[in-house]
């Protein structure tokens, strides 16, 4: 299978635990995407890489976020001192170069904070 | 700002009925492009059709095609011939500016289709 993975699929952990979750895109694809999802709603957008380097944040993403591409292959996205609010579906998606509009997403983390 | 309105929060429909599910959008960029995502209880987004700004025609993709009105700002999806495996979320979306800029989605509708 050579879809966009993300590890683990599910999380749970006790506010004020960090977290860490795992994408790995399309291989060459050298956009990279994450998206938060609560219950019934539409993804929204929190970071875009093209290759290594962050170029896009949202407003979401508050400090306690932190979403890393080092070798502009794999992705990390990072939580410090969860809070119950921070539960949700985190999901990553990648795209190839410039010319593409489709976005290929994962299964998705599922994130729960107790 | 960008904007995506899905006003159902779910349909219903018999097996080999087409359906229509409603979006409607706001944006003040010029180019843009529009998505349609299928997500089942699984919890993967699905890609199901794309449409230009500046398409002329409507897309289709199989027994998916976009209903696309630029001067009522509305891209619907029709799904003909509905089938069991068909039920799931469904989210527009829309993509403003240049290519690889973050997808703003709706709320989506879900669709339970029944035999």
């Known amino acids: 299978d050579t879809g966009v993975s993300q590890n683990p699929r599910h999380k749970i952990t006790k506010r004020g635990q960090n977290v860490t979750f795992r994408c790995d895109p399309i291989?060459?694809?050298?956009?990279l995407y994450w998206y938060r999802q609560t219950l019934g709603q539409g993804p929204e957008f929190l970071t875009y890489f093209q290759n290594e380097a962050q170029l896009e944040k949202s407003r979401l993403l508050s400090d306690r976020f932190s979403a890393e591409r080092p070798k502009g292959s794999f992705s990390t996205l990072e939580i410090q001192r969860t809070e119950q609010g921070d539960s949700a579906m985190y999901l990553c998606?990648?795209?190839?170069?410039?010319?593409?509009?489709?976005?290929?997403f994962g299964p998705g983390t599922r994130l729960t904070v107790t | 700002a960008q904007k995506i309105t899905q006003t159902q929060p779910g349909m219903f429909v018999q097996e080999k009925e087409a359906v229509t599910l409603d979006c409607t959008y706001d944006?003040?960029?010029?180019?843009?492009?529009l998505f349609w995502y299928k997500q089942p209880s699984s919890g993967e987004m699905i890609f199901l059709i794309y449409q230009g700004s500046y398409d002329q025609q409507n897309a289709t993709e199989g027994r998916y095609s976009l209903n696309f009105q630029k001067a009522r700002k509305s891209a619907n999806l029709v799904i003909s011939a509905s089938q069991l495996g068909d039920s799931a979320m469904y989210f527009c979306?829309?993509?403003?500016?240049?290519?690889?800029?973050?997808?703003?989605f709706g709320k989506g509708t879900t669709l339970s289709v029944s035999s």
């Open positions: 944006t003040s960029d010029p180019s843009y492009g």
């Open positions: 291989s060459e694809h050298n956009r």
């Open positions: 998606a990648s795209s190839p170069g410039s010319d593409s509009y489709e976005q290929y």
């Open positions: 979306a829309m993509r403003g500016r240049q290519a690889g800029t973050a997808l703003i």
